[in-house]
């Protein structure tokens, strides 16, 4: 079975910086892209930033310059580095792996995990 479990959410005055993790456990054959949606209350899940296995990347545009997503492949883990945070980068941050699951080695699916709080005062 696979898991995806973030780390490093937390509360942050405006203007800091915190560092999310995303670890891939499980039977896993590969792994394609992954990344990092959020939501915010009353508002949808969107993208904020995703990487392929060779270290292509893509971001919102409200994050851009200050946000960098990374990736460890040898630890199946992804991170996302936030910098300069504003009130309004709050909301549960998840994470997402596109990837196949070596138990079935069928065609890659997502999967996602159960998120982790960001909260940025002004």
């Known amino acids: 079975q696979v898991q995806l479990v973030e780390s490093g959410g937390g509360l942050v005055q405006a203007g800091g910086s915190l560092r999310l993790s995303c670890a891939a456990s499980g039977s896993i054959f590969s792994i394609n892209a992954m990344g990092w949606y959020r939501q915010a209350p009353g508002k949808q899940r969107e993208l904020v930033a995703a990487?392929?296995?060779?270290?292509?990347?893509n971001y919102a545009d409200s994050v851009k310059g200050r946000f960098t997503i990374s990736r460890d492949n040898a630890k199946n883990t992804v991170y996302l580095q936030m910098n300069s945070l504003k009130p309004e980068d709050t909301a549960v941050y998840y994470c997402?792996?596109?990837?196949?699951?070596?138990?079935?080695?069928?065609?890659?699916?997502?999967?996602w995990g159960k998120g982790t709080l960001v909260t940025v005062s002004s």
């Open positions: 997402n792996a596109d990837l196949i699951a070596g138990a079935t080695m069928g065609p890659p699916m997502d999967y």
């Open positions: 990487i392929t296995s060779g270290g292509s990347t």
